[in-house]
């Protein structure tokens, strides 16, 4: 069975940090493109940053560029988002997704497997 697993969200205050892991079980996820979308009540689901297998190549959402960075460890099977400088407007559902046959592209119909989310919530 294949899973990814979110872990990391939770209240935080504007201006401050989380950092969420996504740890991948089932199969080896090394070679699989990882990215990270979000999801707020009554929006559609949004990109939000995305890393190559290798990690040499990553793409990031406007609306974080700069203040979230995303990185992964293919030894422990896990990609990391460090989020900073978080704002009301970052509250949201956060989901991991992987896919092996892709580069870091922000398209979510393109990623085949997908966690269940967590939830970070920003107060102002």
């Known amino acids: 069975q294949v899973q990814l697993v979110e872990s990391g969200g939770g209240l935080v205050q504007a201006g401050g940090s989380l950092r969420l892991s996504c740890a991948a079980s089932?199969?080896?996820?090394?070679?699989?493109?990882k990215a990270w979308f979000r999801q707020a009540p009554g929006k559609e689901r949004e990109f939000v940053a995305a890393?190559?297998?290798?990690?040499?190549?990553?793409s990031y959402a406007n609306s974080v560029k700069g203040r979230f960075t995303i990185s992964r460890d293919n030894a422990k099977n896990t990609v990391y988002l460090q989020m900073n400088s978080l704002q009301p407007d970052d509250t949201a559902v956060y989901y991991c997704?992987?896919?092996?046959?892709?580069?870091?592209?922000?398209?979510?119909?393109?990623?085949?497997?997908w966690g269940q989310g967590t939830q970070v919530t920003v107060s102002s």
């Open positions: 997704a992987a896919d092996p046959t892709i580069a870091p592209i922000p398209r979510a119909y393109e990623y085949h497997y």
């Open positions: 089932g199969r080896t996820f090394s070679r699989y493109t």
């Open positions: 890393i190559s297998w290798s990690g040499g190549s990553t």
